[in-house]
Each structure stands twice: as structure tokens, then as C-alpha cells.
């Protein structure tokens, strides 16, 4: 029997998944959830706030924090290796007392992270698309189509839509796609990476890309600098996760309590260079800082990094063909980005309904006779994503907020299970083949604490003076369905819901 089903069954769980994930494919998965282009869309802003220095180091200080998380989070997977992950290993760690609440915690913040992350891959992939037929059609100057808000939602639901429909597809699918994905991103990424720099020069000095800062009050409201400095480094914050998708698939790997910790380590590793090589490949290629946001410009100061890599190619060969194949590439991390927060999504909502722990469970809890996925989970988390894109219609901060509701869910499902760990008993914790020891306790501390304070700097405004058009709703939304959750808990839910319902002896009516 696979060491990963083992452990599943001493768990309480029958093996219903089909188990043929390798750990390459899993860390293709996990990789894609992760993608090296993922802060594209807040680049600008970035740079805007406190200039390149604080972009650049920035990541560097949040990859530091990062592998503490990555750490914690490896050592657990190592032990309960199965699909609820976060939510599961938040009851079985809480201990029967708290179990329960910290259960139901950890599902809703994981669920609407993911869910509302399918949003954000959706947002960025219609962004990119928009840039890639506006600089075909002849750019923002020469008369090229700059696509409408009700165009752009067409593009976002389109790509929800198509990434349910891969999802409904055999498991095997997904895998083989995430495969391609990995490749497409580590050798689109290098090519943008190496190439972009060569194109463009001349290129901005190391001092102004290491050293220079610059805050932008006129264009942000912002004149604080720690403040400035904050907002600045959320680009780094909104990178550097979703590599609990390795978690997400442990039920479908084989070996999956050896092969989940290194997935997941090995895609914090991965992005962690490739992540910050892109930022440093855009900002040595900058040309007119000011230029960039001008509404005026060929990508109607719509998307900073296509500017960029615009004026590189223009620059040298006086076409936009080679900026148009670079934002394919973007494109293309987008779509496998997306395609892959479906399926850990997906996997959530299936585990979570499994245990009874949402409304018309029975209906999500469904495997698809012959693929053997949780379809009514995957369209469940689709339509969702699609709800939380069309205020697009009508608001300037959706993006924004889609993001902010992303990480603070994600990352803080991510809180509940460490925090669990920091305080357990030692004795009463089965370790996995990755153990951290006595090195646990402060690495879970330190992971802990970051999380907090991540979550917390997606809830501050981003723009200045506030308007409804500027307006981050993120806290409002997040507060209105958490504390719906909450009262659930309170007047129902605690009655019923006792976290993961063993399935090893009952059958399943699903």
C-alpha cells in the first residue's frame, strides 16, 4: 500500500481519489498556483508608491518571512496528508476541544481565499489579453482596440468558464497541463527574464534599480514613507503563496507524505528566484519612469510592465511584435495559474462538503462517475469567482479587492493550523518523514506573526483622499461574510460540526 493511502486510512479516510499524481506533477501544480508572473498587474503600483528599491528588496524580505511559513506548513503536511489540509490539520491540532471552531475557521478563510483567487488569475488573465489585442490592433496611439469594461468581463468569465470546464475533465488532464505549465513558465520565464534586458538596452543604472526612492503623493495621496513602504511591498505579499496546493492534491499523489513538504518547499525555492529576477528584468528595462503611467502612452498606462516591455521592442526594433509574443507568454502563466487555483479550490469545497461542513454538502461532495473529480465542486467555485468580478462593470478597485479577499483568506487559512502547532503538546503530535524538531516552535512563532501582519496591510486603503470609485471594499466584504460564518457557528453549526467526519467504515452515499 502507498505510505500516503496509509496514512490516510490511520487518519479515518478511505481512498476515493485516484492516486496517480507523481511528485513532479504535483510540484508542476503547485508551482502554477504560485506562477512567475503573478504580480504583474500590481508592479505599477509598486513602483509608484516608493520607488524600485523598495520593490526589489522587498521581496527579499518577504521571502525571508516566506520560508518560515513554508516550513511550518511542510512539517504538517508531513504528517496528515490529506486533501483538507489546512482545515483538517487545524482539528486534528487544536485537540477535541477546539478542533471543531478552529476547523471551521480554517475551511472558510481557505475557501474564500481560493475561491476569490480564481478571480484574481481571471482578472490578471483579461488584463493581459486586453494589452496583447490593444498592441496588436496598433496601440493606444495608432488607433487600437483598448477592450471595454463589458468586454473585459466577457474575457474574465470566458477564462472561469474554460478552467471549470478543464477541471470537470480525468485528474490526469490537470496533471499533464501543469506539466506544461511548468515548462512554459520556466522557459517563458527565462526568456522574458534574459531577454527583455538585452532588448532594452541601454538599461537603468544598479544604483537606481538598488538604492533609488521615491514616493509619488501627487499620484497616490501617499506621503508617509513607512506607510509608502508598506503598500509597496504588498506586491511581494500577494506572490509569495499558494503553495498549499501540494496539500490540496496530497490525496491524489502517490507517497504524498514525503512528496507533499518537498513540493511544497521546492515551489517557494523555484519562485523565489525566478519572482524576483522578473522584477529586476522589468525595472532594469524601465526607460521614462513618468512615462508610464501617462493615460496618453501606447498601452493607455493601463498596465505598467506591457509599457515596459513595449518601449524595449519599440525602442529597438520599431515593432511590437516581440512585446506582443512576451505578453503571451504572461498570458500564459495566468491561464495555468488559474487553471490550478481551480483545482486546489475545487478540492477544498469537495473535503469541506465531505465533513459536512457547507450548505447542500451532498450535491458538492459528488465524484463524477468516470472522471473521478469533484465536479459540482469545480462549477460551485467557478460561478463564485465569476459573482466577485462583475462589480468590473461599474468599479475602478476591483482587482484590488478581489486580491486583498484572496490573500487575507489564503494566508490566514494558513494561521489557524500553525498557531495550532506552536501551542500543542509535542507528545501528542504524530510527526511525518519531515520533522522540524525542536526548531518547530520558533519557526512557527515567526510564521505565525507574519501572517498576521500580512493580513492585516490587505486591509489599509491603497489610494488617497478615499473615494467609492478608490475605495478598498476588501475589509467590508471579508467583515460581512466572516461574521455571517461566524453567527452560523454560533446559532448552528457548533451543534453539528465536529471537523473531519472519518469515512474509513461508512459508506459513501456521495
Known sequence: ????????????????????????????????????????????ASLLYAGPATLIWG?????????????????????????GSLYFWAAHLAGPRWGPFASWCCAWLETIGLVSGIGAQAYSGAQA?????????????????????????????????????????????????????????????????????????????ASYVFTHFELSPESTGVSSKPYAVILSVLLSNYCLYGYDTAAHLTEETKGADRTGPIAILSSIGIITVFGWAYNLALTFSIKDPN???????????????????????????????????????????????????????????????????????????????????????????????????????KLDVVFTAI????TIGWVGGYAVPIFARLVMAEENFKPGPFYLGRARRPICLVAFLWICYTCSVFLLPTSYPIRWKTFNYAPVALGVVLTLVLLWWWLDARKWFKGPVRNIDVQNKA
Open 291 to 393: 512615462y508610464l503611467y501617462d493615460p496618453n502612452n501606447e498601452t493607455a498606462g493601463a498596465l505598467v510592465p506591457a509599457q515596459i516591455i513595449y518601449d524595449a521592442f519599440h525602442g529597438r526594433f520599431h515593432s511590437s511584435t516581440g512585446a506582443v509574443i512576451f505578453l503571451c507568454i504572461i498570458w500564459g502563466s495566468f491561464f495555468f495559474c488559474g487553471l490550478a487555483v481551480t483545482t486546489s479550490a475545487a478540492r477544498v469545497v469537495y473535503a469541506l462538503s465531505r465533513d459536512n461542513g457547507i450548505p447542500f454538502s451532498p450535491i458538492w461532495r459528488r465524484i463524477h462517475p468516470k472522471y473521478k473529480v469533484p465536479s459540482n465542486a469545480v462549477w460551485l467555485c467557478a460561478s463564485i469567482g465569476i459573482l466577485l468580478g462583475l462589480p468590473i462593470l
Open 1 to 44: 500500500m502507498d505510505s500516503g493511502e496509509k496514512r490516510l486510512n490511520e487518519l479515518g479516510y478511505k481512498q476515493e481519489l485516484r492516486r496517480e499524481m507523481t511528485m513532479f506533477k504535483t510540484l508542476a501544480l503547485t508551482f502554477s498556483s504560485m506562477a512567475v508572473f503573478t504580480g504583474t498587474p500590481l508592479y505599477g
Open 129 to 205: 489579453l486586453q494589452m496583447i489585442i490593444l498592441l496588436s490592433t496598433g496601440t493606444n496611439k495608432g488607433g487600437g482596440y483598448f477592450a471595454s469594461r463589458s468586454v473585459f468581463l466577457c474575457m474574465y468569465i470566458g477564462l472561469a468558464l474554460v478552467w471549470a470546464v478543464l477541471n470537470t475533465f480525468a485528474l490526469r488532464v490537470i496533471a499533464y497541463l501543469g506539466i506544461v505549465s511548468i515548462w512554459w513558465q520556466v522557459l517563458g520565464g527565462l526568456a522574458v527574464i534574459i531577454g527583455l534586458p538585452l532588448v532594452a538596452r541601454p538599461t537603468q543604472s
Open 403 to 406: 486580491i486583498s479577499i484572496s
Open 59 to 83: 521581496w527579499v524580505v518577504v521571502t525571508f518571512f516566506t520560508w518560515f511559513v513554508g516550513l511550518a506548513m511542510a512539517e504538517i503536511c508531513s504528517s496528515f496528508p490529506t486533501t
